[in-house]
């Protein structure tokens, strides 16, 4: 079974799919004394995997559409439970399978052990058939419950039925307050003629997230302005729209015939007669998807709008008018109440009636209101007001696939109004599976596309956005924030024990997420089965209700972060939790970690940066399963690292502390990112050879990190043995720009290097790479003192992000020079600079630019003339970028960067806080 089972463990999805456990299964090789129990597993298997698969199949037509039948729903949460169950077994089964395959006894003592391992592993077997059994059972039940209740058929009649789109209320609502500013921009947009081409299709976009009365205001300017145009036609497109009776309701009332006219054509031909009705047309559409606004066509003269939130002034006008029928009659004794209320809604509308419309309802009475508002963002009240907002939110959700589905309801795991950094979230869910892949690069970058696509899907808000137009933190509305937590509630995604609450409706509990310490967790101790618990997430101002870990007997995810106040006696059973897969300790107080941290051979994740731990133990070695290794460069490394063949990360190792890893470097063929550095001035010579040969071997290495070293010529021309490899270098200070980086570097997208000199023959290099998108120099000299930056001299085709810090400013950027450039960067010292006239108005992509004045030894007057200029080069820029002017008095922008990136990480923190 050994063989069989050891490709047949796989992950269960657990939004509307169940993988099949058991693929490929071989003949099973039992004991000649095997049980009969035994014997017939195999064919148990072969029936629980056909099964599954037709069961997974139903739960794919389900994902399709939106169910709301109870009995489909409980039929669904309950096979849930089972994937869950079953993958448990399976993992159970491969731990203690794995652990014995490990074992070599050698003599007398060794025989014993192994004789007490066979009889052990009989009895593994054992259990593990009877669990086959049980789960035999529960499958079959399943099956039944779905042929007696008709799940099928549900779900084909739910494909069908016509529903009523919630939006079309807002269609026909009364114009809402402060609707007049946003009104009258549009229609100017609308009916101006200055700048749009004769012939020649007019969209305008109006984007925002949900409730927010985009369709109300699209609706109130139809109203408005139909009469001005020869033909208008206005339709609401659901989720699942039926394409054909759309094009038809457009072209129905565009021409003013029957639907019989469009009954007997198909879908190709109405698009040609409307594209033809269309051809020099005004159109305004509405979306919460921003990329689903951008233009499609150059034939198209389109602008987006974005539709902003309500101002504090109309948001109260809008919520009193609704509760009290008057913009001005709120009770001098609720108006606190209701401005921390209005503080929740966050401007949007449809909040804003919600809950007034709730509000309305009830006594006007300070408790009853204070229960309201203890309630936002909950997902626990279920008056049809908010299940009405809900429905209407969640449009956007069952939009989503199934990956995207469950990264959106873990957000369920932050508490209301938390800035959550963009980071940190990618690495939790990559740590719990949702991201699909091995590759570490991989993962990061997919893990960035699923955040920017919530960002641009509207579902969650930016909360800290750089110069460069990234978005690094984000925070989650509190109306959206209850539709995520209604929905983890009903299917038993994420249980959160936060104040006075918990959205803890089972006590088969999955995710554990401890927010603060407010609540009494103890009473629910006696019936929350612990032991079911695979993730486990606290946050520091619930440390001290962290539960003892002997209790977690399947826990795959442990995440600790920040948790300051952790004491060693709640870390105690760390090493006794088999299936962890992640165990992140970054920004804890601990100082060690136990020896016998090397039982945990399921280890996939060990992240311990920024901790007061000095020294891995000699065990951690045993961690053959580790891929990511997030250390400080205080840490000491043992002896054996170059064991952990699956290693794929490792940072920052501190040379000095471990000088022997870079000898066992070379035998970590999967490694992908290294991070090396030496900031106590211990580097030599000696190591460089050492680091090459090493090198030599990691053939799949695209992320090398050399910083706090000298390092030397020789060094830098032998490191082209692996630089076809390269996607990401940043080295410490080299002297001159290496050959090798040329356009031979194929897969080279960010370069980020210090240089004592930067030459013209250098720019053409680096502006040859052909997918360099990203591009980060520190120069302390340039030579000769004017570079020039042309598609004669350095092409820069991809290049979108370029930051350039130098003593003395000394580009000259020509026309039609980086073509793609949206972010650029620039350091320099004022009195060292001769002239600002480099040419930024020919950078026709630029959309951020972000300028560091060096003001050392400089005048008021020259530090002032500087920045005018710059603003005066830039507003020549027809894309008219935004810019930003930081002025430094003290450091050097070349010489102090770990200050400044010191300074950046610290300001991201203050934001989480």
Known sequence: MEASMSRTARRVSL????????????????????????????????????ELESIQAALEKLFEVQVTDSLVKIWERDVREQSYDIEDVIDTFMIHIENHLLTKPHGLKGFMKGSLSLLTRAMIRHRIATDIKRIKKLVSEASARRDRYKIDNIVAAAKTKTTIDPRLVGIYREALVGISGPKEELTKLLMESEGTSKNKLKVISIVGVGGLGKTTLANVIYQHLKGQFDCDAFVSVSLK????????????????????????????????????????????????????????????????????????????????????????????????????????????????????????TKPQNINQWNKVLDLIGSGLEKSSHVENMRHILSISYYDLPADLRACFLYLAIYPEDYNILRDLLIRRWISEGFIPGEDVDTLYEQGGNYFNELVNRS???????????????CRVHDMVLDLITSLSDEINFVTSLRGQQSTCQSNKVRRLCLQNSMYDHTIRQETMKWSRVRS???????????????????????????????KSRQFKYICGLFHLRSLILKGT?????????????????????????????????????????????????????????????????????SPNFLKELGCLTELRKLQISESTGAWHKGYEKTLIDSLRNLHKIHHLYIHGCELSTEFISNIRCFSQHLRYISCGQLSILPRWINSSLLCLSTIDLILNVLRQYD????????????????????????????????????????????????????????????NLELGFNVRQTKGFDIGLEHLSSLKDVTVRIDCRDSSTSEVQNADAAIRRILYMNSNQPNIHVIRHYEQNLIRDEVKVQKEAVEEKEVLSK
Not at 26 to 40: E, H, N, R
Not at 542 to 555: H, Q
Not at 786 to 809: P, W
């Open 459 to 473: 579902m969650i808000q930016p909360a800290y956005i750089d110069s460069h137009g990234r978005v690094h933190a």
């Open 763 to 822: 720019l053409q290099c680096l502006g040859a790479l052909q997918f360099l998108h990203c591009l980060r120099l520190k120069v302390l000299k340039i030579e000769p003192e004017r570079l020039v930056v042309s598609t004669e001299h350095a092409k820069f085709h991809n290049l979108a992000e370029f930051s350039f810090t130098t003593s003395a400013m000394g580009l000259i950027f020509m026309q039609y020079s980086m073509p793609r450039l949206e």
């Open 536 to 566: 486990l997430i606290v946050f520091p101002d619930a440390t001290n209700l962290l539960p003892s870990l002997s209790r977690f007997c399947i826990l795959r995810v442990l995440d600790l972060e920040g948790c300051q106040d952790l």
């Open 15 to 50: 939004l509307g799919r169940v993988a099949v456990p058991f693929q490929d299964v071989a003949p099973v090789d039992y004991p000649a004394d095997g049980q009969i129990q035994q014997k017939g597993a195999r064919g148990d298997i072969m029936f629980i995997k056909a």
């Open 241 to 360: 729209p039926d394409l054909k009776k759309i094009l038809s309701s457009i072209f129905r009332q565009f021409s003013g015939q029957g639907n019989a006219l469009t009954e007997t054509w198909c879908t190709e031909e109405i698009i040609n007669k409307i594209r033809d009705e269309i051809n020099d047309k005004r159109i305004i559409t509405t979306s919460r998807v921003l990329y689903a606004a951008a233009p499609c066509s150059s034939e198209v003269d389109h602008t987006i709008y974005k539709l902003q939130p309500l101002s504090n002034d109309n948001s109260k006008k809008l919520f009193y008018k609704r509760i009290f029928c008057c913009e001005d009659g709120c009770p001098p004794e609720l108006k606190d109440i209701s401005e921390k209320t209005l503080r929740k809604c966050d401007g949007v509308p449809l909040a804003i009636l919600t809950i007034g419309s709730l509000l309305a």
């Open 589 to 657: 107080n601990i100082s060690s970690l136990p020896n016998k941290i090397g039982n945990l051979s399921c280890l996939h994740t060990l992240d311990i940066r920024h901790t007061i731990i000095t020294e891995l133990p000699l065990t951690v070695v045993h961690l053959r399963k580790l891929v990511h290794l997030l250390i400080d460069a205080s840490v000491k490394l043992p002896d054996g690292i170059g064991n952990m063949k699956c290693l794929q990360e490792i940072s920052l190792v501190g040379i000095s502390r």
